[in-house]
């Protein structure tokens, strides 16, 4: 993997939707999701695939998840002889489960079928090594774990599939000669300052040993998880283990009721601002625990979840 491979963009979104916008899609052709994915992005897919004549396959993965295998199994009861490209967050946004993508690459790979990951909360967050996990397309965002401003995104392609990668506009970018970043990084006049900064974010988690930080995070975290899972008397969605949450982790909670009233009475009565979420008649608060959040905040967050949801 070189520079040549990485083109910064502006988010995720914005980098998913270069492929999305570029990839040839033929009538028939199925696209393979999960019902784990992004909302917005499930729009993506929904609007492309509808003006190809292509189909959007949303395949349920059951929860708790319990192992790579079991997890690549359940995904490939929606892979046919159509699936041209499955579309999968490397961590979900809901639901905050890290998803087995070596394994998915590596069945894919076998299978001819062409690989693209949503990355918008690994960066920072995970040990990211594209190469290792043999990704054929990967958006990530620097601007959320990594620390790094608002802005800051990449869209990394594979040497072999950057030829049918166009850009969402077209400008110098195109000059004859043109390549895949060039096509993605010239794009008229635009403020490039918050690129320039992510070596700035990524040399201050290298010197402030951010492994350790990130380990410790996922500890007090999995505290927390634990805590909470006993004191609601819920089952967990994933392992204890770093493979399937790091830093951030959704914990089922009893049902809160209206939940955009739930988090603002967090947020007046308590302080907190938390993100709660759903899958099917699941609940969660969405619990982060970047090297900033104090033990102080996580036992503000548990006793007020209890007083507010503990019968
Ligand atoms: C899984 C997932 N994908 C994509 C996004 C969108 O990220 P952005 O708005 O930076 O494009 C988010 C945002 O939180 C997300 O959780």
Redesign the pocket.
């Known amino acids: 993997m070189g520079p040549d491979d990485l083109s910064f963009v502006v988010?995720?979104?914005?980098g998913i939707n270069v492929i999305a916008r570029s990839l040839p899609l033929a009538v028939g052709d199925e696209l393979l999701s999960t019902d784990l994915e992004?909302g917005?992005?499930d729009l993506t897919w929904h609007h492309i695939c509808g003006k190809s004549g292509a189909r959007c396959v949303c395949q349920p993965i059951p929860l708790p998840v319990t192992t790579a295998e079991a997890f690549v199994d359940a995904l490939w009861a929606g892979v046919t002889e159509r699936t041209v490209a499955i579309f999968l967050?490397h961590?979900?946004?809901a639901t905050a489960l890290i998803l087995p993508i070596a394994e998915v690459c590596r069945r894919a790979r076998e299978a001819g079928i062409l690989t693209i990951f949503?990355g918008?909360?690994a960066p920072g967050q995970i040990d990211l090594d594209l190469k290792a996990l043999g990704v054929d397309i990967y958006a990530g965002?620097c601007?959320k774990w990594l620390c790094a401003p608002k802005g800051t995104?990449f869209l990394y392609v594979r040497p072999e599939q950057q030829e049918w990668v166009e850009s969402l506009t077209v400008s110098w970018g195109w000059k004859p000669g043109h390549t895949f970043v060039s096509r993605n990084q010239q794009q008229g006049t635009r403020d490039v300052s918050a690129w320039l900064a992510t070596g700035a974010a990524i040399d201050f988690q290298t010197m402030h040993r951010w492994p350790e930080v990130r380990a410790a995070c996922h500890a007090r975290l999995g505290a927390l998880r634990t805590r909470l899972l006993d004191r609601f008397g819920l089952e967990p969605i994933q392992p204890d283990t770093p493979e399937w949450y790091s830093q951030m982790a959704s914990i089922p909670i009893p049902p809160p009721g209206d939940r955009a009233a739930f988090e603002r009475r967090l947020f007046i009565d308590h302080g907190i601002e938390v993100p709660l979420t759903a899958h099917g008649d699941r609940h969660f608060v969405r619990v982060s625990v970047q090297g900033y959040t104090t033990d102080a905040d996580l036992d503000a967050l548990e006793k007020a979840l209890v007083a507010e949801l503990a019968s």
Request: hydrophobic fraction near 35%.
């Open positions: 988010n995720a979104t914005s992004y917005a992005l967050s961590v979900t946004s949503d918008a909360h965002n601007h995104a």
